[in-house]
């Protein structure tokens, strides 16, 4: 079982429980599994820029922040970008 951590947003940053600007939250999102679950989208200031999460819609109280990258993203790292984030069974990460 992943750990939980709770984070809201305090004037336009997300804060963990304590209020604290932690950024180890950021390690705890799992890649969404299809684009349904799909919550944040990475994106990045390229080339060699930092990556950002972006929220593809409102995120509802208590709902998982799940993520995938963008496009631009995606063929800078040499993901294909008609690639789908899927999971089977088990757990076990797979692109198609």
Do not use: C
């Not at 939980?4 to 705890?28: F, K, P, T, Y």
């Not at 820029?49 to 208590?62: K, S, W």
């Not at 993520?67 to 800078?76: D, E, G, H």
């Not at 899927?86 to 990460?93: C, M, P």
């Amino acid at each position: 079982v992943p750990p939980v951590l709770q984070v809201r947003m305090v004037r336009g940053e997300l804060v963990d429980e304590a209020g604290s600007s932690a950024l180890e939250w950021i390690g705890l999102i799992r890649a969404a599994r299809n684009s349904q679950e799909q919550t944040l989208e990475a994106v990045a200031d390229l080339p060699g820029g930092q990556i950002f999460y972006r929220a593809l819609r409102d995120v509802q109280p208590g709902e998982e922040l799940t993520v995938w990258y963008s496009n631009p993203l995606a063929q800078w790292f040499d993901i294909p970008v008609t690639a789908t984030p899927t999971h089977d069974e088990k757990g076990t990460d797979a692109s198609i």
